[in-house]
């Protein structure tokens, strides 16, 4: 139930249970008391007729009020009432209220009046007189006020129950949980982000706790990326500055070699000067990777996209990459013809993002690199697969490779001139074209990169 509805709710039981409550115990009561009343009027009815039986039957007596008093006295004793009976002239002949011998009363109302006539021809009239309107006010009277006190009295109980349970409830469904709130609070603001606000109910309260405790999470997981961030930055700076100093001191090293005469034949030079060559090569990639990174902080990796035929572009990218490998006395294969699709590309980031994954394979231990590429009409991507005989990624490894700063295990990517920048860069750059690249390896049997872009056109 919604909060509001729960407030509504609580108001609107407080006030109009009890007055229902009232109502209905008045309600039922009344009916009873009706009821009583008919009786009374029914003992009302025989108790005047029996007075007028007597009167009939026994109006000799009323010359001696002490006889006709015991007669009647059967008759209006259980009832505090007088009977005053006189002559139609209204000459009085008994009086019950002032029999000789008995206590003399008074009473404040004449309840009723009548004449009968004997059967002698003879006319009474009879007054009957009480200290209230009716003959018998005790049973009603009683009957109304202990009905007025139930009724008050239930209602009032009722009251508090309501009062005391929606007190009870509230506190324990808004308050209890408004005060975790503010705890909570508390807690984040000296730096506590492991304090949980438990409550289950999915009205307003709870889903602004669950909110709540996302951003806690997700402020928790913020900072916890931050501080990795940083410490992934200070190592980044030391390996960068070892990396960059190793090869120019490798290099400076040969350059001194080669400017003090040490080098005494063409093939020594050609050694020395290939080392160079690939220190520079390696001095480049590490500035590169530096290069972009700040790019990528930036948010400002320029992509610069054209509709060009794939088959053109990969084809003369990996002629040269052959070439290049070669060279390099690695095995460069494309084992199927490139097909002829239209893609939306920016040629050099794509051309960076490839070449990146092919000085991958060589440089950690590729000797072999095979490339096959396909479309997926279905889905309408282009599929290029870079595979390579490489020393492999552990399994551990394998769901970060694509991570900002994750290089495996340290040590070989320092040997391997590796800085953790390449292949987030590569996946920058595939997400950018609305492409995707995945991995697959095992160590020891090489590894398959394989990127998809999307197509404009079917095969042309």
């Not at 009905?147 to 009722?158: R, Y």
């Not at 503010?182 to 669950?210: P, Q």
């Not at 990996?318 to 040629?347: C, G, Q």
Request: no cysteine.
């Amino acid at each position: 139930m919604k909060l509001k509805a729960r407030l509504v709710l609580a108001f609107l039981s407080i006030i109009l249970i009890p007055i229902l409550m009232f109502i209905g115990i008045t309600s039922l009561y009344t009916f009873h008391i009706e009821h009583v009343t008919e009786q009374e009027q029914e003992l009302t009815e025989q108790l005047i007729n029996s007075i007028h039986k007597l009167v009939i039957e026994k109006h000799e007596l009323l010359d001696d009020p002490d006889a006709f008093y015991k007669e009647i006295y059967p008759i209006i004793k259980p009832y505090m009432m007088g009977v005053v009976i006189s002559t139609f002239d209204r000459e009085k002949l008994f009086d019950s209220r002032f029999i000789e011998g008995r206590p003399q009363m008074q009473f404040m109302f004449t309840i009723w009046e009548s004449q009968v006539q004997a059967l002698t021809g003879e006319r009474f009239h009879i007054e009957i007189q009480s200290d209230s309107i009716r003959l018998m006010p005790d049973q009603a009277e009683e009957k109304i006020i202990d009905v007025l006190l139930i009724a008050i009295s239930s209602a009032l109980l009722v009251l508090v129950v309501l009062m005391i349970g929606w007190t009870v409830y509230i506190a324990r469904t808004i308050l209890n949980p408004l005060k975790e709130i503010y705890t909570a609070t508390e807690e984040m603001t000296v730096g506590n982000l492991d304090y949980k606000i438990s409550y289950r109910r999915k009205d307003e309260l709870g889903r602004f706790i669950e909110g709540f405790n996302l951003m806690r999470s997700h402020l928790k997981q913020s900072l916890a990326n931050q501080r990795q961030y940083e410490q992934n930055r200070k190592e980044l700076i030391a390996t960068i500055s070892h990396d960059l100093r190793t090869p120019l001191q490798s290099i400076k090293g040969y350059v001194e070699g080669i400017n003090d005469g040490i080098v005494q034949n063409e093939e020594m030079k050609k050694k020395y000067l290939q080392v160079i060559l690939s220190k520079t090569e390696q001095l480049d990639r590490l500035i590169d990777d530096l290069f972009d990174f700040s790019k990528i902080e930036l948010d400002q990796l320029a992509i610069e996209k054209n509709v060009i035929n794939s088959q053109e572009f990969l084809g003369s990218l990996f002629e040269y990459a052959k070439m290049d490998n070669e060279r390099k006395s690695v095995k460069f294969n494309v084992t199927n013809s490139i097909p002829s699709v239209l893609i939306d590309i920016d040629p050099v980031r794509i051309e960076q993002a490839i070449t990146n994954l092919l000085d991958n394979a060589v440089r950690y231990g590729g000797t072999e690199i095979n490339i096959t590429i396909s479309i997926d009409l279905l889905t309408k991507s282009l599929s290029i697969e870079i595979k390579d005989n490489g020393i492999g990624i552990s399994k551990e490894d394998l769901p970060n490779v694509f991570d900002l700063f994750f290089r495996g295990e340290k040590s070989r990517s320092r040997e391997f001139g590796g800085t953790g920048l390449g292949l987030a860069i590569v996946k920058k750059i595939i997400k950018a074209h609305d492409g995707t690249i995945t991995v697959e390896s095992e160590v020891g049997r090489g590894s398959l990169f394989i990127i998809r872009l999307p197509f404009v056109e079917k095969k042309l």
